[in-house]
Structure formats: structure tokens, C-alpha cells
Nanobody
């Protein structure tokens, strides 16, 4: 029973920054990857960034150079540092954890990010 709790969302002006946090608890030993997804109103959920066990990271083209995903193993927390935010970044951001066997995906409740135009 893995639980993910996101925090750090809010309202920010274009060009501003936010740092999202995702605290993970439960069977963390089964997690092989973590990711941040976002979903704008009327749009499908899309992968923003991921970090694989071992440290490899991947980013959507739309956020490369602006967003950074990282993890703090001691705190069992994953972060998404978002810089140079744009109005089109506005969405609910969800933390995801992929575990094995399955694989099975666990999701946080989401945190709203709004970049005013």
C-alpha cells in the first residue's frame, strides 16, 4: 500500500518558479520509477518528467531546460523544480510511482499549478 502526497502547487506569474514535492510512503522497496504527470482541463494526462531507479531522468520536450526532477532518498520524496513557467503549463500535476510486480502505478491526489497570463 503505497501512498503519494503532492504539495507545492499554487498560482504563479509567467516566468516564475514553483517546486512540487511528492512524499512517498509504504512499500517503497517495490518502486522502480517515479514521474510527474499533468492534466489540463479537457486534455489527457501527459508525462512531464520521470526518474528511474538508478538516477536516469527523462523530460517532455515542452519542459526540457525548464523543469528538473530529483529525489531525496533520505526523505522518501521526489521533487519537480519548475522554472520559467508559462501559461500553457497550467494543469493539475500528479505524482506517479511505478512498482513491481505488475507493473502497477500509484498516483497522488494532484496539486494545481496555475500560471496566469
Amino acid at each position: 500500500q503505497v501512498q503519494l502526497v503532492e504539495s507545492g502547487g499554487g498560482l504563479v506569474q509567467p516566468g516564475g518558479s514553483l517546486r512540487l514535492s511528492c512524499a512517498v510512503s509504504g512499500s517503497i522497496f517495490s518502486i522502480v520509477a517515479m514521474g510527474w504527470y499533468r492534466q489540463a482541463p479537457g486534455k489527457q494526462r501527459e508525462l512531464v518528467a520521470s526518474i528511474i531507479k538508478g538516477g536516469s531522468t527523462n523530460y517532455a520536450d515542452s519542459v526540457k531546460g525548464r523543469f528538473t526532477i530529483s529525489s531525496d532518498n533520505a526523505k522518501n520524496t521526489v521533487y519537480l523544480q519548475m522554472n520559467s513557467l508559462k501559461p500553457e503549463d497550467t494543469a493539475i500535476f500528479y505524482c506517479n510511482a511505478r512498482g513491481v510486480p505488475g507493473p502497477i502505478d500509484y498516483w497522488g491526489q494532484g496539486t494545481q499549478v496555475t500560471v496566469s497570463s
